[in-house]
């Protein structure tokens, strides 16, 4: 047994981590909100020189053939740093899906233009209130052809393409739409996070083919892998909040003592690291099972998930009441990290689907050992 | 990273599995099956002496304290292949190993090595930890139990309390003032005690459980020669610290979660079952996904701790984080029965084990390091927050209030 991250992967963490604190700094993030700005397009071709974006993409189609645990990795640092970057949408989601999914012709042609940055792909599933994950997607295949919304969508408006979670033939399927064409209309939607900008599709016959791989197991297994990325970024992101909240709190002076040294501040932020460590536990080993123990991964994601959502709930929201006032201007860091943890709360659904799975995998656990 | 075995982890779990499918089932306890105390302590003993002969007394000890010599993943192994049967472990065992030949192999001579240490691995000699004191808890450098010279002894006086199976202990490891002259920490000397010594008196505690496996311990003019002293004079601290640094990395049970779904699933509600309602599933999986991370946490631990790392006060977060969720899971658990469980029926052998986790939480979120002292190590030594702000700086114990 050895349960720690190995040396290249501490070192790849490292040099995202570098680059980001280079390139990505809150002042960068502050001019990319007043822009207006859908994402910091500098900064993506950037990754994909490096290679993170091809991470996981098979080297065969210009990755680099990296495990889930790799790609965790960068997931962490890129939700540390809170960037703008279609990162979940185009590598975490999509390629996966396309991996998995894609007929080999599929696969040719767009995996080397996602790993490479070329071209932004969309994952389009949530229906507005019919939910995140509808039991019978309202957008419908058929013949060639979509009909039907998906809203939001985070990422569109820069993506040439979308995998969209679709209706075929009564089955949860996925299609392969490219973006740009007549039957397709995109319509940008004040988002709660600003640095990722949602959009609402409506499909009305849009040219697009069938991943023929997927079904809804399939879809099943590129969610619970996207749930593992996502809780590897809400553990960068807590554990940022819990060193911004104590660095403000060491320097800030309160009744002639730093504001730090007092047991209501001190006993709230070790409570979040170790929330944040527990979830940081479960993110290594869902990152692990993805790939060395499948059979694991329903109940490993759904741990990862639930545990990463504990830890950034509480790590976002008490880091700015530590701030005190100054935590609610603009000018401050934390709503950043506020307004975040609200869209990897909800992206992936809520935790009452995940905590739905997991009691479901533990008592099919529990049936087969007794 | 990769959680299975290594070859040689393998080839070590294979052989433990043997000698365990040879030697564990005629020590096992079976189930349902009540020992009074003197019995669990000898038959906890036999047990250690099987595990003595079979080389397993001792794994992480240096050989040449008698111990195996092995690796810190192999006492995981062992205790996970262990942990298969029931057998008879206890406080009056696991002192001794934990507490005891920690400090004595560390500061004691090579006189008192020889005379304690094989005796402990092989289960002859149980220990207590006679260390807090009605004033002094968390506080522990607080102590006031005096201990005089007088020739070659040391004479003792004073009281201790929260010594678990003292009433069942062959010795104790004591520490006492012995200057009350100088700051607090610094006047502290430590013992080893044979808890035969005349004026040791032991006496029970009736706890909010019903049971008693606490003791005050009464200690009036006991005599302890002086070559019973574990370190110098003046050393205790030190010694205590050996004592309580011993690495916390094996805390909770697993699969307590995976049972209160079990009972939630087993109390009707409607036309299904407890665990059938949203947010009784969500607060069960979202304490399930916690209790994973804690396993995964002790494994990441124990890989620093196989490296030669500390992991220093991240340690604490594997008892805070089980003592709190017993607790709160142990409520809920209640809460989800409903009245069934203010009163147990002839044919329920779960809600008595549900209160017992409630009642002992209590306990757990306070012994070894209460909940808020944890919190404090965490922020001071992992986040580096401010230390507290502390009275008693640099005043003599005997000046303080």
């Known amino acids: ?370 | 990273m990769d959680f299975n075995d290594t070859k040689d982890e393998a080839a070590f779990r294979a052989e433990v599995r043997a000698w365990l499918a040879a030697q564990a089932p005629k020590h096992a306890i079976a189930p349902g099956q009540v020992l009074s105390d003197a019995e669990q302590v000898a038959r906890g003993k036999a047990w250690q002496r099987e595990k003595y002969d079979g080389g397993y007394a001792g794994i992480t000890l240096p050989k040449t304290l008698g111990g195996r010599g092995g690796t810190i993943i192999e006492a995981v192994v062992f205790d996970e292949e262990e942990g298969r049967y029931h057998l008879p472990k206890g406080p009056y065992i696991g002192i001794g190993l934990g507490m005891a030949l920690p400090v004595i192999g560390k500061h004691g001579t090579p006189k008192q090595i020889e005379r304690f240490v094989d005796a402990t691995l092989k289960g002859e000699l149980t220990w207590c930890q006679l260390f807090s004191e009605p004033s002094a808890g968390s506080d522990l450098a607080a102590v006031r139990t005096r201990a005089v010279k007088d020739g070659d002894d040391w004479v003792v006086n004073g009281q201790k309390v929260w010594s678990s199976w003292a009433h069942h202990s062959d010795w104790g490891i004591l520490v006492v003032r012995t200057d009350p002259g100088v700051v607090k920490h610094k006047g502290l000397t430590f013992f080893v005690v044979d808890m035969k010594s005349p004026g040791i008196e032991v006496r029970p505690i009736r706890q909010i459980s019903g049971a008693s496996d606490f003791n005050e311990t009464f200690l009036t003019d006991v005599r302890i020669p002086e070559t019973d002293m574990i370190g110098g004079v003046g050393e205790g601290w030190a010694c205590c610290m050996t004592v309580l640094m011993g690495e916390r990395l094996n805390q909770g049970e697993e699969g307590k979660i995976a049972s209160l779904m079990d009972y939630a699933a087993d109390t009707p509600a409607g036309a299904g079952t407890q665990l059938d309602d949203a947010s009784v599933k969500l607060a069960l999986a979202t304490a399930y996904a916690e209790e994973q991370a804690q396993n995964y946490l002790q494994a990441r631990l124990r890989t620093m701790v196989s490296r030669g790392e500390s992991p220093g006060a991240l340690a604490a977060m594997m008892k805070l984080s089980y003592a709190s969720r017993l607790q709160k899971t142990s409520a809920l658990a209640m809460e989800i029965r409903g009245a069934g469980a203010l009163a147990i029926e002839a044919d329920d052998s779960v809600t008595g084990e549900i209160w017992h986790d409630y009642i002992w939480a209590s306990a757990l979120r306070i012994a070894g390091g209460a909940d808020e002292v944890l919190r404090n190590q965490i922020a001071e030594r992992v986040l580096g927050m401010p230390g507290e702000m502390r009275a008693d700086k640099g005043v003599p114990f005997s000046e303080l209030k």
């Open chain 1, 1 to 370: 047994m050895n349960f720690d991250l190995s040396d290249e992967q501490k070192m790849l963490a490292e040099q995202a981590r570098g680059l980001l604190a280079e390139r990505a700094p809150y002042d960068r993030l502050r001019e990319l909100v007043d822009a207006g700005a859908e994402w910091d397009e500098p900064l993506w071709r950037e990754l994909a020189e490096m290679g993170f974006l091809g991470a996981r993409i098979p080297e065969a189609y210009g990755g680099l053939g990296l495990a889930d645990l790799d790609l965790g990795v960068i997931s962490e640092e890129l939700g540390r740093a809170n960037c703008a970057l279609p990162f979940f949408s185009s590598i975490v989601c999509a390629a996966d899906a396309l991996a998995v999914a894609g007929s080999e012709a599929q696969k040719a042609v767009w995996l080397p233009l996602l790993a490479s940055g070329e071209v932004v792909a969309a994952f389009a599933n949530a229906e507005g209130k019919t939910g995140w994950r509808p039991a019978k997607p309202g957008v419908r295949f058929a013949g060639g052809e979509l009909i039907g919304t998906k809203t939001p969508v985070a990422d569109a408006g820069i993506a040439g393409v979308a995998i969209v979670v679709c209706a075929h033939n009564g089955r949860e399927t996925l299609a392969l739409v490219k973006l740009d064409q007549a039957g397709v209309t995109r319509t940008r939607l004040d988002s709660f996070d600003a640095l990722r900008a949602h959009y609402r599709i409506d499909f009305d016959g849009a040219k697009a083919e069938l991943l023929d791989g997927a079904d809804s197991d399939v879809i099943d297994g590129v969610l619970n892998r996207a749930a593992v990325q996502a809780a590897f970024e809400a553990v960068g992101a807590a554990e940022a909040c819990v060193h911004m909240g104590r660095d403000y709190t060491m320097e800030r002076q309160m009744f002639g003592r730093p504001l730090a040294s007092y047991q209501a501040i001190k006993h709230k932020l070790a409570d979040i690291l170790m929330a944040t460590e527990l979830a940081r536990s479960n993110a290594y080993y869902a990152g692990w099972a993805a790939n060395e123990a499948p059979d694991d991964l329903p109940l490993a994601a759904a741990a990862a998930r639930l545990s990463s959502l504990e830890a950034f709930g509480a790590a976002a929201r008490e880091n700015l009441q530590v701030h005190g006032g100054i935590g609610y201007t603009f000018e401050a860091n934390c709503h950043f990290y506020y307004r975040r943890e609200r869209t990897l709360a909800l992206t992936l659904g809520p935790k009452g689907y995940w905590a739905d799975q997991l009691v479901t995998a533990v008592r099919a656990q529990d049936g087969e050992a007794a």
